[in-house]
């Protein structure tokens, strides 16, 4: 079956440096790949999408890397700050494309 | 950008009586919606698609006498949780997308916060 898998562990990194989360993925071949954060008890926002003929993509301190030979995507956060500390969930699509199915998140933790 | 807006953010109720979440596009219409529960800690859970004047889809292992789905208008989704057990308590969010078939993100309502006494 299809299973995305996402580190359960929590991030602590200092702020400043750069957060790497990761999400893998099998029994898929998705079209594209989806992040989103998360901050407890409120709705994911969307951040970035990713499609398979794309290698990598930017959007302001964020980056993300898509390899579909690895079955994985690497979301990179740059001079992280504490106001990045949330969940971040990696998404893709599932039944035919018209649904999403999200892993569990990754807890980062930016200390000041 | 496109909001969508999901009310109540909490609600406490009772043992065996039913709860009505509403989920909303404020500016966009959405033919399609998407309802999830998601309990600490964990994924979100898709419970089922809402289809604007056609009966939702339900996910496997997803009752759809209890979870009652309407989505009578195209800016309008509601969940309502029939004959609710502790159980049900949990965090229900709802979604939708501004253009329908687009891979573009999802924008999600800020979520209802249920707990069943």
């Known amino acids: 079956s299809q299973k995305i898998e996402q580190n359960s562990e929590a991030l602590n990194i200092q702020e400043g440096k750069t957060a790497t989360l990761t999400c893998n993925y099998t029994?898929?071949?998705?079209?594209?790949l989806q992040w989103y954060r998360q901050d407890p008890g409120r709705g994911p926002v969307f951040l970035l999408l990713i499609r398979e003929n794309e290698k990598e993509k930017r959007k302001e301190r964020l980056k993300v890397t898509f390899d579909t030979t690895l079955k994985q995507s690497l979301f990179h956060i740059t001079a992280s700050q504490p106001a990045d500390s949330a969940t971040y969930l990696c998404?893709?699509?599932?039944?035919?494309?018209?649904?999403?199915?999200f892993g569990a998140g990754t807890r980062l933790f930016v200390k000041a | 950008g496109a909001v969508v807006s999901q009310h109540p953010s909490w609600v406490i109720c009772k043992s065996g009586t039913s709860v009505k979440i509403e989920c909303r596009s404020l500016?966009?219409?959405?033919?399609?919606m998407f309802w999830y529960r998601q309990f600490p800690k964990q994924s979100l859970m898709l419970m089922a698609t809402?289809?604007?004047?056609?009966?939702?889809?339900?996910e496997q292992g997803v009752e759809k006498d209890k979870f009652l789905i309407n989505h009578a208008s195209l800016t309008l989704s509601t969940l309502t949780v029939t004959s609710a057990h502790p159980e049900d308590s949990s965090f229900y969010i709802c979604s939708a997308r501004e253009v329908a078939g687009s891979p573009g993100g999802y924008t999600f309502g800020s979520g209802t916060r249920l707990t069943v006494v």
């Open positions: 998404a893709l699509p599932g039944g035919g494309g018209f649904k999403t199915i």
């Open positions: 809402s289809n604007e004047g056609s009966k939702a889809t339900y």
């Open positions: 500016d966009f219409q959405a033919t399609t």
């Open positions: 029994n898929y071949s998705p079209a594209y």
